[in-house]
C-alpha cells in the first residue's frame, strides 16, 4: 500500500490544505507522539511535554548517520508518525517503508509524509514480529524505541538480523541502570574455583542485566524491560550486529556481523519456520522443511 493509498484517512490535497483544515486532520488523528511541524505554525503535538520532539533528539545523534543516503532502502521499524522515514527521505533515500503495529500510528505518518511532500514513503500495519513476511533486505534499518515495549525483545532483535538487516541498524532503547559495561570471561563457571560460593560477576553493577517491569513503569504498561547500557549491547552483539558508533548513552550504530553460535542452527525461527511448512509426504499435514 503506497503512503498515497489510503484514501478517507485525511482529505486529498493537503499539501494545499489551508491552515485550519491541516490542524482539523491533525486533530481527528490525535493524540500525537511525535510533534512535526506539517506546514509554518501548523504541530502535530503542539503542546508536547518534550517540546520540539524527536527532532531536538536526533539533533543529539543525527551526525552519526551518513549525511547522504542517496538511493538505499530503509526500514523504519515503529515508524510512529513517520519522523525518521521522513528525515531518511530528506537525505536522499530511495525506498523507505514504515511499519507499526498501530494503524492510528500510521494514519498520522500519511498525513504527515503527505503534507511534506513524501508521499511516497510506505507505510504498512506489521509487527516486527513479523518482519520475515517483507522477504526483502534494507541498507538501513531503524528500530528506535520500540525494543522495551516488547515481550520477547531478544526475538525481534533476531528477526531484524536474519530476516530484514542488510547492512546497518540505527537502534535505540530506554535503560536504566549501571552506563558501565562489565564484560564477563567468556565462560562462567558455576562457583568461585575451588569453592561452592557462587561467582560474583552477576553482582557487577556494570554485568548484562534487563530489568523486568511487571506493571506499569512511568504509566505505561506496554513498558516491558529496561535493559543496562551492558545489556544493550550484549543483545546486539548476540544478535548479529557490530556495534560501530554509540553517540548516545541510549543509541547505538549498528552494522551487520556474524551471528554467535550460528553453527548451531539459527538463532530465531519464528516466524521462518511456519513460511517453510510443506506438506509431508502422503500426507494433507504440514511439517517442518
Ligand atoms: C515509543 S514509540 C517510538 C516511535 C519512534 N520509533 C521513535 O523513536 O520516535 C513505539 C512505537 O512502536 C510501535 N510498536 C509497538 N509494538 C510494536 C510491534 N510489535 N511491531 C511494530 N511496532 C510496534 C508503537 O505503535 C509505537 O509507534
Known sequence: MSAGGSPGLHPAGLLEASPQELREAIGQLAPWFQNMELAPGVWTAPDHFLGDYPAVKFARFADALPVRLDGASVLDIGCNA????????????????????????LAQARLASDTLGYGDIEYRNLSVYDVALLGERFDLVIFMGVLYH???????LDLIREHVAGDLLLFQTMQQG???????PEDHPFHKPGTFDPPEYFAEEGYPKMHFIEQRFAGDWTNWWAPNVACSRAMLRAAGFTIEAQP???????R??????????????????????????????????
Open 256 to 289: 551487520v556481523a556474524g551471528v554467535p553460535y550460528a553453527s548451531h542452527g539459527p538463532a530465531a525461527v519464528y516466524p521462518a519456520s511456519r513460511l517453510q511448512m510443506q506438506p509431508a509426504a502422503g500426507s494433507d499435514e504440514g511439517a517442518l522443511a
Open 82 to 105: 513517520g519522523f525518521y522515514a521522513i528525515e531518511m527521505k530528506r537525505r536522499g533515500a530511495g525506498r523507505v517503508l514504515g511499519i507499526d503495529s498501530d494503524d492510528r500510528y
Open 248 to 254: 548516545e548513552a541510549e543509541v547505538y550504530l549498528c
Open 150 to 156: 516488547l515481550r520477547h525483545p531478544l526475538l525481534a
Open 178 to 184: 549501571s552506563e558501565d559495561e562489565f564484560l564477563p
